[in-house]
């Protein structure tokens, strides 16, 4: 179907005079490694109830760098795995650590409602895990519930600039035991909006330092082509 679109999108005559390039990719062959050896059982179980059973290479890569201790960033095609690149090393230093703790930004609600059902499909597999969104829309009651016990909070930069920052004194708990902090989607944070957002996560590494707290960054985007000065 896909295919039949761009046929009639290049000989469109309305269509084809908009169109300012085209290149095609052609598919290559997955390259697959099984699992390395110190992803704890509980998530080995969980990822086959997925009927995951091998890794990609560049989730096996971002998976060694995390486990090194290293700050990454993940550049790769739309729907290659990404989110399963970053939320292994979260997951596996939940199971390992009670008390972890890890942040996750993205630049709109969605994005974030997404993620959090994904999160979810893991919970009845990895005990104690606890996953929530906290953005405008959370209801006032829910709040310091999740500020005490949400393990994995989901956001984006206004609330975490404008909710969470300036009373971190109510998560100090979640401070204190931060590890990890994944920003998705990095390459929406440019020009104005991306000066604003790289002073308001200044303003978090402080706060995590203030609290005794060294959290590993893991960025991840499809659409980079300089990630590296990005990060």
Known sequence: MLAALLDFWRQDE???????????TPPRAAQTHPFPDDVPDTLREALSSRNISLLYSHQQ?????????RNLI???????????????PVLAKMIEDSQARALYLFPTKA????????????QSSIVNLKSAIYDGDTPQPHRPTIRKTA??????????????????ANWS?????LKFIVID???TYRGVFGSHVANVIRRLKRVAKFY????????????????????
């Open 14 to 24: 309305e269509t084809a005079p908009n169109l300012f390039a085209w290149h095609a």
């Open 61 to 69: 890569t971002g998976w060694t760098h995390a486990r090194a201790g």
């Open 74 to 88: 993940l550049a790769t095609g739309t729907a290659s795995g990404k989110t399963l690149a970053y939320n292994l």
């Open 111 to 122: 994005l974030a409602q997404d993620q959090q059902s994904s999160l979810e499909s893991f």
């Open 151 to 168: 393990r994995i909070v989901l956001t984006n930069p206004d609330m975490l600039h404008t909710g969470i920052l300036p009373h971190h």
């Open 173 to 177: 708990d979640f401070f204190t035991n």
């Open 185 to 187: 989607e990095a390459h």
């Open 212 to 231: 005794g707290a060294n959290p590993q960054f893991i960025l991840a985007s499809a659409t980079i082509g300089n990630p590296k000065e990005l990060a």
